[in-house]
Every structure is written in C-alpha cells, then in structure tokens.
C-alpha cells in the first residue's frame, strides 16, 4: 500500500454538539453557538481547548478560525481550511483536510466543525433577492428554478425513471430517519413519531419530494477533535480511526446543469472508489451509514453509488426493516440525520458516526467497527469518509 494515505493516522478523540433548535429558536447567535460545540468537544476529550492549533470547516461557515483561536485562547494558530463548494457535500472533506494538517505535520490538534443559525441569518436554502445571475444559476433562474428542492427534483425524478425507483424507497429512508430520532433526547423531532401515512398525507413540496423528504431548516453547531493517531489512547474515549475520505467529482460535474453527462447521479461515482482504496475495505465491510439527506431521493443515489445495490435493486433494499437499527441490513442515519434529529449541514451525521464506532449511540447497529459518512448528494465537490474502530484500523 502507498504511504500517501490517511488510513489509520488520524484519530478522533472527542465529538461535541451545541443545543439543536428548530429554525429561528436559538437564544445564542451562531458564533456561540461554534464555541458552545467546541467546548463541549474538549470536556468530551478532557482537553484543555487553548491545546487546539488548526480549525477545518466548509460551505462558508461564518465562524473564522482566528476568531475562534482567540476566543479559546489557542497558544499557536497552525492550520486553518475550509472546503470549497458543494455546500454540505464538504462535510466529510473538512475531516480529511483537518486530517491531512495533521499527517503533514502542519497541525498537531484540529477542530473540525460547522455551525448553522437560519434563524439569526436566513434560510440556508431560500432563493433570495438578486440583480446579477452567474454561474449555474444563470441556466435555472430564468426558467423559475429558484430553490434546491426544485433543482434535485429533476434528477431525483429522472433516477427514478430511468431505474423504476418508486416512492416507498424514498418514504421508507424517511422513516428510517424518524425512527431513530425518536430514541435520540438531542433530535428536534424526538417524540414526534412520523407513521407511513403520516408521510403519504404530507403536501408536496415539488414531486416527487413531499413535505418529509426535505431535511429541516435548524440552528446549532457540532465539533469533532482530531488527533495523530499515536496519541489516541490518551484520551478517556474509545478511539475513533480515520480509515479514507475521499472528494471531488467525475468528468463534466461542472458542465450547464441539466445537462451534464452524469445527470441523475448523486456525484459520487468516482468518489467511492477512492474511498475505498484508501480505506481497504469495501461495501460489505460497512455496518452503518450516515447519509447526507437533502433529501430523500439523494440518499438512494448516493447508497447505490456506494456500492450497497444496484440502482434497478433500490425497491427491494431500501425497506424501513433494512434500514433501521440494531439489526437492519444497513442502519441508517441512526441519530434521525438532517431530517429528525438537526441540520447542521450534515455535520451531525459525523458525530453520530463517531457515537457508533464508539459504541454510545441510542440508536447503536449491531455492526459498528466500520462506519460511513456520505456528504450532500448530488453538488460538486462531493465527499466521504469512513471511521472505524481499533479492531477495524
């Protein structure tokens, strides 16, 4: 194997969340809201936070590094990324970019984080008011394509066209999701159980996308403490290994948007491949997955590409029994992810990978030595990630 690789030498030792609000209910602004997340990280870790030299985050947080390293009183700011585009499709690459600081010696501590206050900013995902078009928007605009969900709807319609996916597939993901919100005292949906005909009943937001298809719109923050795996068992937690992360995307991702020569894929073709290599493992080796639902039809795209089935086998698998934790086929998104536990743009879904490779989730899969976190379908760059335990490394 080629020493160009992350496998095995990173390690998260501490995960750490701020309160999860529904959309405009935080009493703290988003900055605090990132220190809240990262604070609770380092008492996670038994870490004193002025330890921490390098900060990675992605789609534009607007929590700078420096202004955070002084407001944790960091000693030495080393390291300090953040991942370009595809909005939460660089959640797993912000952990990679964190991770390769600290195997190239740039960084001996990283924070990875995002935080996300809609209510004290706007709407993450709401068309706003603009007098200059540019870019792919300049080709959806004018045609009344204002918002993702009428965006993703297009490819989501034509992956299930193209492969006879039909909406149970969608729904079960849906349940799946609420399912394990309801075990988790941190999901904003806990104790609001959603039924299959709860879900049928919902008014449709753009088909094939109905009300419960759609992630939240939330505020809070999360955090994730990574280390040189050499000084993973001097923390108090089980270690938490970096097995591969992976990110980018195939040939013409960029071209004019609805006419790109991949159009219904969730961009991570090539994307898995590498994650793959590096991690060596494959997809039968993975005993959970957190995947980035912008919306359900992006969880499909993205799980085939994976590798789980194929997509003509999407009705079949992507059934609520198969989904759900401790002994489904494949648990998914066992914290409630986007859709019932917090959007965060997708960086709870690492979190509760780390709580399942730990062993302390309240939605715990049967399988957990080796888990997968896949970033928001469907953008480009996209990215993945895969955690594993000791045993696993």
Aim: aromatic share 8%; hydrophobic share 40%; net charge neutral.
């Amino acid at each position: 194997m080629s020493e160009r690789t992350l496998r095995g030498k990173v390690a998260v030792v501490g995960v750490g969340e701020s309160a999860y609000y529904r959309f405009g209910k935080s009493p703290d602004p988003e900055f605090r809201l990132v220190l809240q997340a990262v604070l609770a990280a380092c008492r996670d870790a038994q870490m004193d936070p002025r330890d921490i030299d390098g900060f990675a985050s992605y789609a534009n947080d607007r929590a700078e590094a420096t202004r955070l390293a002084t407001a944790l009183g960091v000693r030495q700011l080393r390291s300090a990324t953040m991942q370009w585009g595809g909005g939460g499709g660089g959640c797993a690459a912000a952990v990679a970019n964190g991770a390769a600081a600290i195997a190239g010696g740039l960084a001996d501590c990283v924070v990875v984080y995002r935080g996300l206050a809609q209510g004290q900013y706007g709407r993450f995902g709401q068309a706003a008011d603009t007098t200059t078009v540019s870019g792919d928007m300049a080709y959806q605009m004018p045609y009344g394509v204002l918002a993702p969900p009428q965006k993703f709807a297009m490819k989501v319609t034509r992956f299930m066209h193209d492969h006879g996916v039909r909406q149970e597939a969608m729904r079960a993901i849906a349940l799946a999701s609420q399912h394990h919100a309801q075990a988790n005292p941190r999901a904003v949906r806990y104790g609001k159980p959603l039924s299959a005909e709860q879900y049928d009943d919902a008014r449709w937001i753009v088909e094939p996308f109905r009300l419960f298809d759609c992630c939240m719109e939330n505020d809070g923050a999360a955090a994730l403490l990574l280390v040189p795996a050499e000084r993973a068992k001097d923390f108090p937690n089980r270690p938490v290994y970096l097995l591969g992360a992976a990110g980018g995307a195939g040939w013409r991702a960029a071209a004019s948007p609805h006419n790109g020569p991949q159009y219904a894929s969730a961009g991570y073709a090539t994307v898995a491949a590498d994650l793959y290599r590096m991690a060596c493992v494959g997809p039968a080796d993975v005993g959970v997955v957190q995947c980035y639902e912008n919306f359900t039809g992006g969880v499909a795209m993205a799980l085939s590409e994976h590798g789980f089935f194929a997509p003509e086998e999407a009705n079949a698998f992507l059934t609520f029994d198969n989904l759900i934790a401790p002994h489904g086929a494949l648990p998914l998104n066992t914290s409630g992810g986007n859709l019932g536990e917090c959007y965060v743009h997708g960086f709870e879904l690492l979190v509760e990978a780390a709580r399942q490779v730990r062993g302390t989730s309240t939605s715990q899969a049967r399988r957990h030595d080796v888990a997968l976190v896949i970033g928001g379908p469907m953008v480009s760059p996209a990215s993945s990630l895969l955690f594993g335990s000791e045993a696993a490394r």
